[in-house]
């Protein structure tokens, strides 16, 4: 049964478990592994289920093998049943039970629990602070995970390179530079291998915090690329408006035998928007399917939409809204509303405006735009009553937000915000700023500080 199960036989594995008379915990553990293993999460957890109606209780390692059914299958109410079975059994909740349990919990959505699970647990190793770091980051709770990497630090605890991409992938995303050169250094210093995982990461982190020269680097001292490191660069170029660089390094990936994915598609296609490569666009777009098979998904008609609204082809991208065989999102419908504001297009946005409103009528984006393009129109009437309208539906506008990066933490400030600590220095500070600009003569703007 054991050779069936780890060779992936797992018909004939359920087959001589069925006609075995004698059952112990062994065997039902090489069962529900071999389901689990083979990607069955739903009969592994079946078989457990059957387990405990025998009578039969769950160990340590059983448990482990439950929880990451759970996980992949991403199913809170029964990830929540299987936690309150190990409870009333009383299963000892060691460090890899305790890891599993954090795991599936952020895999099933709930960061919280998550939280409060690793929090409680006695004996913490780096697999337990890698699942709640990476975990955290993969959600796109940044913050949190570096908040937790900075408690990892101070608990004395050692990064591996699975801590570090999660960390640097936090740092891209929130821009934090001199973090993701500390752990860059961290990496050289202790002489971690920089593998494929870690060099990407670095290539990310740099090309997303506008470091092109620097994700160069990492780029070209790495032996082994794969699509996610040439993805990961080609991205960053584009945000930064180096359209031509990403669509020269885009053109490297078929000599070295690797092939686009979708997210590349989306760098390239981004690329030939900011560089006005209309007709490259279009080559770029048809080839996801007819060269590679990729569907193109929602943000890659954006991205046509984009493309051909900032060339001023504005009927061609209205046009080619109409003729997706999916159904447009707000992503698609926000690059034509952008597309009427530069080209001045006011009737075609109020109809745009209509259609993104529909579909996130809670959010200020499009109500924003429409009002600039009133203004920029010269139609001061139906600016004010669009924001008369944001105020009768209680939307308010989301206030703009300034940060530094100061000792690896991210300060951020906003309208109005007084949530600072120092808000009164701050304050006092601007007011003496003020003053001094106002002596020298150089002051020009408003009176409003926030």
């Given at each position: ?12 594995a ?9 059952r112990?915990?062994?065997?039902w ?6 389901y689990?293993?083979m990607?069955?999460?739903?009969e592994?957890?079946r078989v457990?289920f ?9 160990d340590?390692?059983?448990m482990?093998i439950?929880l990451?059914?759970c996980?992949n299958?991403g199913?809170?109410v ?23 349990l954090?795991?599936m ?13 690793f ?10 602070w ?6 955290l ?10 908040s937790?990497f900075?408690?990892?630090?101070n608990?004395g605890?050692?990064p ?14 929130l821009?934090?530079?001199?973090l993701g050169k500390?752990v860059?250094?961290?990496?050289d210093?202790?002489?971690i ?12 982190m740099?090309a997303?915090?506008?470091?092109i020269d620097?994700a160069f ?13 040439y ?5 960053g ?6 359209g031509?660089r ?9 000599k ?10 989306v ?5 030939c928007s900011?560089?006005?490569?209309v007709e ?8 996801m ?18 493309l ?14 109409k ?18 504001r530069?080209h ?12 993104l409103v ?7 984006g ?13 139609k001061?009437r139906?600016?004010?009553k669009?924001r008369?309208?944001m ?13 530094i ?6 300060h951020?400030?906003?309208k ?7 808000t009164?220095?701050?304050y006092?500070?601007?007011d003496?700023?003020?003053s ?5 003569g ?5 009176d409003?500080?926030?």
């Amino acid at each position: 049964m054991r050779m069936y199960s780890v060779c992936g036989v797992i018909v004939s594995a359920q087959k001589v478990f069925d006609e075995s008379p004698d059952r112990d915990m062994i065997s039902w553990t090489i069962l529900i592994q071999g389901y689990v293993k083979m990607g069955f999460w739903k009969e592994g957890i079946r078989v457990f289920f059957e387990m405990c109606e025998a009578n039969f209780r769950a160990d340590e390692m059983t448990m482990v093998i439950v929880l990451s059914a759970c996980a992949n299958l991403g199913d809170l109410v029964l990830g929540r049943r299987i936690h309150e079975y190990m409870l009333e059994q009383k299963v000892n909740f060691d460090v890899f039970v305790g890891n599993a349990l954090v795991d599936m919990y952020l895999k099933c959505a709930d960061a919280g629990f998550a939280r409060k699970v690793f929090n409680e647990m006695p004996v913490k190793n780096v697999v337990s602070w890698n699942s709640i770091i990476s975990g955290l980051a993969q959600r796109g709770e940044f913050k949190e995970a570096l908040s937790m990497f900075r408690k990892m630090q101070n608990r004395g605890v050692k990064p591996d390179d699975v801590t570090l991409v999660g960390v640097l992938n936090s740092c891209a995303n929130l821009g934090m530079l001199e973090l993701g050169k500390w752990v860059h250094a961290y990496v050289d210093r202790n002489r971690i291998k920089a593998d494929r995982f870690i060099g990407n990461a670095l290539v990310d982190m740099y090309a997303k915090c506008g470091s092109i020269d620097e994700a160069f680097k990492v780029f070209n001292g790495m032996k082994l690329r794969d699509v996610y490191t040439y993805t990961a660069i080609i991205v960053g170029l584009a945000m930064h408006g180096q359209g031509e660089r990403a669509l020269n390094l885009f053109s490297e990936m078929p000599k070295m035998g690797i092939e686009p994915d979708g997210v590349t598609y989306v760098g390239v296609l981004m690329a030939c928007s900011h560089v006005g490569l209309v007709e490259e666009g279009r080559k770029h777009f048809a080839e996801m399917s007819r060269l590679y098979n990729l569907e193109p998904q929602t943000e890659h008609y954006g991205c046509m939409v984009d493309l051909l609204g900032r060339a001023g082809l504005i009927n061609e991208a209205e046009e080619f809204i109409k003729s997706m065989p999916i159904e447009p999102d707000a992503f698609v419908w926000g690059a034509l509303l952008g597309a009427c504001r530069i080209h001045g297009k006011v009737e075609l946005a109020e109809i745009v405006m209509e259609k993104l409103v529909k579909i996130e009528p809670d959010r200020d984006g499009a109500y924003i735009l429409m009002s600039n393009i009133y203004s920029s129109a010269n139609k001061w009437r139906d600016a004010l009553k669009l924001r008369k309208e944001m105020k009768e539906r209680k939307l308010k506008k989301t206030p703009g937000c300034s940060s530094i990066e100061l000792d690896g933490v991210v300060h951020e400030f906003r309208k109005g915000d007084k949530t600072q600590r120092n808000t009164k220095e701050v304050y006092i500070l601007l007011d003496q700023m003020k003053s001094h600009l106002k002596i020298s003569g150089q002051w020009e703007g408003t009176d409003e500080f926030s």
